[in-house]
């Protein structure tokens, strides 16, 4: 996907290598800002085992990052991977290919900025992805939402099928296993 630009100043594109800390760095102030009216501080702290970065999302050019005349406001993306969620230091990832005919594309790691909320950024990030999952020939997409997220991901059309809770960080944090029709 090319450079878009919506919303003004903000621009959607694929994410590069050469930004992992600055991508890095974003994440962390997104869960450390965004989750704390959801969770407790020993939750938040057992959700940066479970989420991050996965560079491979890079790698296979499924990540995008909004940015405001050079400054990230956002990032997240999708996946032809079996993996769920979780970043590269998350226990148990799968990188098996989906079938796009009988598997669901997994929309993965999406990090707002804080200092970016309610902009439409998230949206503009699901759209990026749920556009490519569907050139691909992918039908339905899953995702693994915080309950940071769940709310935008209800607003645009996913319904939750499970929730859960993920204790890989030593303490459990909810979690909601979500789909839509693409």
Request: charged share 25%; net charge neutral; proline share 5%.
């Amino acid at each position: 996907m090319g450079d878009i630009a919506r919303d003004g100043a903000l621009r959607t594109r694929v994410a590069r290598l050469d930004e992992l800390e600055a991508l890095r760095e974003l994440m962390e102030l997104s869960i450390s800002a965004l989750l704390k009216p959801f969770l407790s501080e020993a939750e938040i702290a057992s959700s940066r085992t479970i989420m991050g970065l996965d560079t491979q999302l890079i790698r296979d050019g499924t990540y995008f990052v909004v940015e405001e005349n050079g400054s990230l406001a956002g990032c997240g993306g999708w996946s032809r991977r079996a993996t769920m969620y979780g970043g590269d230091v998350s226990p148990g990832r799968d990188p098996a290919l989906l079938d796009p005919k009988t598997d669901p594309a997994r929309v993965r790691a999406m990090y707002t900025h804080p200092s970016f909320t309610r902009r439409g950024v998230g949206r503009m990030i699901l759209a990026a992805c749920e556009a490519a999952a569907r050139a691909e020939g992918f039908t339905r997409a899953e995702l693994v939402a915080t309950m940071a997220g769940l709310p935008l991901y209800l607003a645009c059309g996913y319904r939750t099928t499970e929730s859960f809770s993920d204790d890989r960080g030593g303490v459990p944090v909810p979690l909601a296993r979500m789909s839509k029709a693409l």
